[in-house]
Nanobody
Framework: QVQLVESGGGLVQAGGSLKLSCAAS????????MGWFRQAPGKEREFVAD????????TYTDSAKDRFTISGDNTKKTVYLQMNSLKPDDTAVYYC??????????WGQGTQVTVTS
């Protein structure tokens, strides 16, 4: 089993920044990648960014590209999401996820990010 705990969410004005953190515990040796998803009220959960530990490859959704940066510590199995130039449309619950296979197998409880106009 893998457990994920997110932190760093909060309230920020448009144009501001936040940095989210996600720490994995449990069977962390099996994790091959970690990423971030988000879900706004009334909308489906959507992919934001992820990182593959073996290669260091990062992937971003178009809305996050050039504004968000995913990074992490493979030893600690901790992933971060630096979010800059935040927009009200970024308001959502952000979920950390971990992959032990080709799919995202584990999920955190989520952390709320609210961007005011």
């Amino acid at each position: 089993q893998v457990q994920l705990v997110e932190s760093g969410g909060g309230l920020v004005q448009a144009g501001g920044s936040l940095k989210l953190s996600c720490a994995a515990s449990g069977r962390t040796f099996s994790i091959i990648g970690m990423g971030w998803f988000r879900q706004a009220p009334g909308k489906e959960r959507e992919f934001v960014a992820d990182i593959t530990w073996s290669s260091g490859r990062t992937t971003y959704t178009d809305s996050a590209k050039d504004r968000f940066t995913i990074s992490g510590d493979n030893t600690k199995k901790t992933v971060y999401l630096q979010m800059n130039s935040l927009k009200p449309d970024d308001t959502a619950v952000y979920y950390c996820s971990a992959r032990v296979s080709s799919v995202f197998d584990y999920w955190g409880q989520g952390t709320q990010v609210t961007v005011t106009s």
